[in-house]
């Protein structure tokens, strides 16, 4: 059984940096992508940042040159490094994995497994 478990949220000013991370486990499929969304109240879920089973990495607009997808395999654990945050970064974070090793979409559709998600709130 698949689990994905988020943790490392929290409230932070402008300016201020946080490390997600997700413990993966039970999930064994190669290749395989994983990847970090995000919600805020009243909007849609959207993609933030993906990484594949070979290191490759895309990032959406919004959190290029601010934010870092990372993976530690012999922690079977995935990151998410944000700095210089702003307060429309505040939403729920989720981890999800998916087989396949594609990068060309970040929609939550291609995605079957997810957390149960982490706070983060940005203060201006």
């Known amino acids: 059984q698949v689990q994905l478990v988020e943790s490392g949220g929290g409230s932070v000013q402008t300016g201020g940096s946080l490390r997600l991370s997700c413990a993966r486990s039970?999930?064994?499929?190669?290749?395989?992508?994983m990847a970090w969304f995000r919600q805020a109240p009243g909007k849609e879920r959207e993609g933030v940042a993906v990484?594949?089973?070979?290191?490759?990495?895309r990032y959406a607009d919004s959190v290029k040159g601010r934010f870092t997808i990372s993976q530690d395999n012999t922690k079977n654990t995935l990151y998410l490094q944000m700095n210089n945050l702003k307060p429309e970064d505040t939403a729920m974070y989720y981890c999800?994995?998916?087989?396949?090793?594609?990068?060309?979409?970040?929609?939550?559709?291609?995605?079957?497994?997810w957390g149960q998600g982490t706070q983060v709130s940005v203060s201006s």
């Open positions: 039970g999930y064994t499929i190669s290749p395989y992508s």
């Open positions: 990484i594949n089973s070979g290191g490759a990495t």
């Open positions: 999800a994995a998916r087989p396949g090793s594609w990068l060309r979409t970040l929609l939550p559709s291609d995605f079957g497994y």
